[in-house]
């Protein structure tokens, strides 16, 4: 998979990806990522990106032209499954969406700053608009490190145990169950008995049974879709 990210802070995004899991995931080249400076794609004096919104009020507005130059210049180079923007008012995030995009093979995201990018580049070139969350960030940045991670995560060989990620909170519309490790006492804090009970079968059920315990407790929505 190939992720091209564009920004207007490249340094913002130096680190999520040259650490851990994706900087392996690009290493053992089953992900690309490539990150775009939109100031290299503008024209104007001092390389500016934004202007005053028509209509006044506060807060500045992303320009069409270097959107559209970067844009232009990434889709000549191969066919993009997606251009993303992220946005606080696109179509939340959620385990589904980040299965479905891992699925695809040229993903393009755009991050927006300011008061968010001129509403005719989102309807000329944006295909999908995603926000992480009901809050705003400074930029997209984080929301597109967030988004990429969740689904590189998934393209196989990535994790070191392939069922890992199918056992992932979220993936069957249930949290997942409590872990534990060594030792199986500490400071008089014990592991449950059964999963040092070697049963599998038993566990297996254990297991389940948290989950579903957990979901309807903390996420009464989810458990709700999973019942369904
Ligand atoms: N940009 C600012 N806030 C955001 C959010 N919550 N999700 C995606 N992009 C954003």
């Known amino acids: 998979m190939r992720v091209d990210i564009i920004t207007v802070l490249p340094e913002l995004l130096d680190g999520p990806f040259s650490a851990s899991i994706l900087k392996r995931a690009q290493e053992k080249g089953l992900a690309e990522i490539h990150i775009h400076n939109l100031r290299d794609y503008s024209t104007q004096k001092q390389k500016s990106v934004d202007d005053y919104a028509f209509g006044g009020g506060a807060g500045m507005v992303m320009t069409m032209e270097p959107i559209d130059n970067c844009i232009s210049a990434l889709k000549a180079n191969r066919d993009y499954d997606e251009i993303i923007y992220m946005t606080p008012d696109g179509e939340e995030l959620d385990q589904g969406m980040s299965n479905n995009l891992s699925l695809k093979g040229n993903l393009m995201i755009l991050c927006g700053h300011y008061k968010g990018?001129?509403?005719?580049?989102?309807?000329?070139?944006?295909?999908?608009?995603?926000?992480?969350?009901?809050?705003?960030?400074?930029?997209?940045?984080?929301?597109?490190?967030?988004?990429?991670?969740?689904?590189?995560?998934?393209?196989?060989?990535?994790?070191?145990?392939?069922?890992?990620?199918?056992?992932?909170?979220?993936?069957?519309?249930?949290?997942?169950?409590?872990?534990?490790?060594?030792?199986?006492?500490?400071?008089?804090?014990?592991?449950?008995?059964?999963?040092?009970?070697?049963?599998l079968k038993k566990i297996e059920l254990w297991r389940h049974e948290k989950s579903l315990e957990r979901t309807k407790t903390r996420r009464p929505d989810l458990y709700k879709k999973y019942s369904e």
């Open 117 to 199: 990018i001129d509403e005719r580049a989102r309807e000329a070139y944006i295909t999908k608009e995603i926000s992480i969350g009901s809050y705003v960030l400074s930029g997209g940045e984080l929301a597109a490190a967030v988004l990429t991670d969740s689904i590189i995560r998934l393209l196989p060989g990535v994790l070191n145990d392939e069922t890992s990620a199918l056992s992932d909170s979220y993936q069957d519309n249930l949290l997942a169950p409590p872990v534990y490790t060594r030792p199986a006492e500490y400071k008089g804090m014990k592991v449950p008995a059964i999963l040092i009970s070697g049963d």
